[in-house]
């Protein structure tokens, strides 16, 4: 058993239906003493995208050993295969249709593996073929944290898919990117982050810039609330994360801006 089972979920399930129960009470039937955390279970339906985003940008505060399980799973029951990532910290458990593809990207070292999961008897006896999330991924995720050599699992593959990346690129002194997700107030969160900025000059906080978007020079502050001096409409922020957000205080930028997923970024050093 690993030394403190921790297994993740972010899914696009919602909490309407029994499903995330379900997935748990699997999971706590097969390891009783594994801790159970919940990411998001409000990823956008069938946003593969989306998800790839939010399990890269959240992944990393979790201990070592974490075990994340990710079900966005549109091909469910098709000929997509079950996959389990192993990085040299974590353990990631989903369905191959490049939701990972972030961290492939990212956890690439000695470590690192990709193994298809074939063993089927770490899987639930399967009266269908719509729940793998409960058949197939919760019980390999409560059986790797019991201490299931990771190589009993399947077979190592390097074919695992992949999404097209969206990165931000450098000309110069301007950083060009694009909003890769939207929280719940409507904040846009963009692939312009710290460790980008920091290529165009490594004294950050020091450093003036413009961000525009939409053709519009968006007022660059330290937090929320700073934008009140600005008066009323978008502004831009370094968040948590240390991604660009655009946001519009106490107001749904998203919403109201129409601000999408995607819609193009720029911030050039001044």
């Not at 992944?59 to 994340?68: A, E, G, K, Q, V």
């Amino acid at each position: 058993m690993l030394a403190k089972p921790i297994i993740t979920l972010t899914t696009d399930f919602g909490l309407k239906d029994p499903f995330v129960g379900l997935v748990k009470g699997v999971i706590l039937s097969i390891n009783p003493e594994a801790e159970i955390i919940d990411i998001t279970h409000n990823i956008s339906q069938h946003n593969i995208f989306e998800a790839s985003q939010i399990i890269s940008m959240s992944c990393r505060y979790f201990p070592p050993t974490t075990i994340h399980v990710v079900v966005v799973d549109p091909g469910v029951g098709g000929g997509r295969r079950p996959l389990l990532v192993i990085t040299e910290d974590y353990y990631f458990i989903g369905p191959d249709n490049g939701l990972f593809t972030p961290i492939y990207e990212e956890f690439q070292s000695s470590f690192f593996k990709v193994m298809h999961l074939t063993a089927s008897h770490y899987f639930l006896p399967m009266n269908g073929s719509t729940f793998h999330g409960r058949d197939v991924f919760a019980p390999a995720a409560a059986w790797l944290s019991k201490g299931i050599d990771v190589f009993k699992f399947g077979e190592q593959i390097t074919d695992y898919v992949t999404i097209p990346s969206i990165k931000a690129t450098i000309k110069g002194d301007i950083v060009n990117g694009n909003v890769i997700s939207i929280d719940i107030f409507g904040n846009a969160v963009t692939n312009i982050t710290t460790k980008i900025l920091a290529k165009l000059t490594p004294d950050i906080e020091k450093s003036r810039y413009r961000v525009k978007y939409k053709g519009a020079e968006l007022p660059l502050v330290n937090y929320y609330a700073d934008s009140s001096a600005f008066g009323n409409g978008l502004s831009a922020v370094i968040n948590s994360f240390g991604h660009l957000e655009i946001f519009f205080y106490k107001e749904n930028a998203a919403s109201k801006y129409n601000v999408n997923i995607g819609d193009s970024v720029e911030v050039a050093l001044i």
